[in-house]
């Protein structure tokens, strides 16, 4: 397992393993105090490494063609520079990748969460039959530098004249898209840039911050505001039964119009005629015993006196605002109002649900339901 350069930096704290993973980089987690970091970060004035993410490129004339009959996304027509984010799916509608996406005009780059770039380059490239596309894994030459305003300074690759900054577009609900959430959506607020660069010259990112040019926020910082703004993350929030819906990912990720892909049969009848069978929503964690629940840990809620298990945590992050806060995949009849527990390590501790995902989210379609038998 390989540190990255930025643990060279003061102060810098790194996780003791990556899910046992040997081919993922350990970025740090902290650099001594992560709610100035995190503060720092928000401002603009500070930078994230997120060298441990991969980087898939696509080639060849028909490279958007082939991501936009694959996945659930209108690519077919993405403008160089312009940002996106798709979805894999299996044949269940279930989320298999969860990818970002920019194209520079001649090649498109594809933004994962660690361990994912290796199995969906190999899965693309068995697809794409006789279409004209390369596909590569470019996580050993391409890392990731992360923050929340455009940086001149940094060294962003523009191998075709374009600076591949993908801009997220968690801040609105894009064409195509549908939001669950409410309308005062705390996402709007968002702004988060992740800027490829030569893995080679993420030193040169290093010295920016021993000048004093940008500050280093660590990855606690980045999940804060991740969390925050209720964005979905694969490696936290999914799992393999995971479908768009319960996690509010059709707002920026699924395309409602477009044509067929593989998975797109449950997202229609989910969208149109039923519920997705789990929600995310924001918790407010009671902050009294001073215990951050880690990701998996169970949530529970009473029910005729019995504690009964209704989901568990994804995220957990204390804010510089909020204060502690979760996110968490529930059981979609779990009334909202409900007061639920989290069981970390030997305590309990209390939270209280903050809306993301309704539990009538669904069944938009107005279809006439038919009268029952013997009325």
């Not at 970060?41 to 898939?56: H, K, P, T």
């Not at 984010?85 to 044949?91: A, C, F, H, I």
């Not at 590569?136 to 600076?163: F, K, Q, W």
Request: net charge negative; with cysteine.
């Amino acid at each position: 397992m390989a540190d990255s350069v930025f643990s060279s930096l003061p102060g810098a704290v790194l996780p003791e393993s990556v899910d046992d993973r040997p081919d993922v980089v350990r970025v740090p987690f902290h650099y001594g105090d992560p709610i100035r970091e995190q503060r720092a970060l928000e401002g603009g004035r500070a930078v994230v490494d997120e060298s441990d993410l991969g980087i898939v490129s696509l080639a060849g004339d028909d490279r958007l063609q082939l991501l936009h009959s694959l996945t659930s996304q209108d690519l077919a027509r993405l403008a160089p520079g312009a940002s996106a984010e798709t979805l894999v799916l299996d044949p269940h509608g279930r989320v298999e990748y969860a990818a970002r996406v920019l194209d520079d005009g001649e090649t498109t780059w594809l933004i994962l969460d660690p361990g994912y770039a290796a199995p969906l380059a190999a899965w693309l490239d068995r697809m794409r039959f006789m279409l004209r596309v390369e596909v590569t894994d470019r996580t050993s030459e391409y890392a990731v530098v992360a923050s929340t305003r455009v940086i001149d300074d940094l060294p962003v690759a523009a191998p075709s004249g374009v600076r591949l900054d993908w801009h997220d577009p968690w801040a609105a609900v894009v064409a195509g898209g549908w939001q669950y959430a409410v309308s005062d959506h705390p996402g709007a607020q968002r702004t988060w840039i992740e800027s490829i660069v030569e893995r080679d010259r993420l030193p040169e990112v290093v010295a920016l911050v021993d000048a004093g040019v940008v500050a280093a926020s660590g990855s606690l910082a980045a999940e804060a505001l991740r969390i925050a703004a209720w964005r979905p993350r694969q490696i936290a929030e999914a799992d393999e039964r995971t479908i768009p819906h319960e996690l509010d990912w059709l707002r920026t990720a699924v395309h409602l119009e477009k044509g067929c892909y593989r998975g797109q049969e449950t997202v229609a009848k989910v969208h149109n005629l039923g519920h997705p069978p789990r929600r995310v929503v924001m918790l407010h964690l009671d902050g009294s015993d001073a215990v951050l629940p880690p990701h998996g840990a169970v949530v529970t809620a009473e029910r005729d006196g019995v504690e009964r298990e209704v989901g568990h945590v994804t995220s957990s992050a204390i804010h510089h605002d909020l204060g502690p806060v979760a996110l968490a995949v529930i059981k979609r009849a779990v009334p909202s109002e409900l007061v639920l527990s989290i069981r970390a390590d030997d305590t309990v501790v209390a939270a209280a649900q903050q809306t993301i995902v309704p539990q009538g989210a669904g069944a938009t379609a107005d279809v006439a339901r038919l009268p029952r038998l013997g009325r």
